[in-house]
């Protein structure tokens, strides 16, 4: 038999642990069915609630917000988001794992003793993978800010050279790239002010050491004096090239 499906994962759960038992006086506990079918959904549902609160105490983001940030611009969080769902996938594929052995012709205690393995290691794939793709795009989004696009002009100098030249983006466009806030990790707070007194909610060690895991791997956006040179460049390279004449071919 098999379970709805917004309770399949559930169901998985309970098909990969194993067969733990506290027998106390005349009493059994099965804590194969207490761990998944229990404290696996009150896991969830109170990391989804403290996870706004935990966040704010990592990065120390206080403010209000009303707006969603696009997810390469928050790498970690994405990724950790990932490594959610990919946990709840494997669980969910467990809850078949019945019917995956008699399709498949496959062993059903292999397919369980793998999902016992691929629960704890996909997630950490998942959430690897994830965070190195939304830093890649945060480059991608840096170097087009500050350099705009390519126009499809392939452009040789006079030396024979081949270069292509850049247009810059419209304004609206440089906004997107650029208009999220960027946060800065937690440095650690010393305990007592200049006079002696003890500070109130100070940076410990170990929030910090958290802040700079969370916030340490994002890529600087372009500041408003890098985007200025840039345009500067850029403009001043394509009067260059204009009074040189070079060849085009298109």
Known sequence: SQPDWYMGWVEGAIR?????????GPTTWSWAIFLPGVGLMGLL?????????????????KREHH?????????TRTALGVAGMTCYAMFWIAGGNDIIATRYHLSLNAITIFMRVAVFV????????????????????????????????????????????HVALPVD????????????????ESGTDA???????????????F?????GHDIRKPSAGELADAAHHGAHELESSDDDEPAQLH
């Open 16 to 24: 990969i642990v194993p067969n733990w038992e506290w027998h106390l």
């Open 45 to 61: 549902f109170g990391l989804l609630a403290a996870w706004p609160f935990v966040e704010a105490w990592i990065t120390g983001d």
């Open 67 to 75: 707006i969603l940030d696009r997810p390469r611009n928050a790498p």
């Open 122 to 165: 996909a997630p950490v794939i998942a959430f690897l993978v994830t965070r190195r793709l939304c830093l890649s795009l945060q480059r991608a989004d840096r170097e087009r800010a500050l350099h705009g696009s390519e126009d499809g002009v392939i452009v040789r100098s006079r030396e024979g050279g081949y270069s292509e030249a």
């Open 173 to 188: 466009e440089q906004f997107t790239l650029t208009q999220h806030l960027q946060h800065e990790p937690l440095e650690i």
């Open 195 to 209: 006079r002696g007194v003890r500070r109130k909610g100070g940076v410990s060690s170990l929030r910090a050491r």
């Open 211 to 215: 802040s700079r895991w969370y916030l």
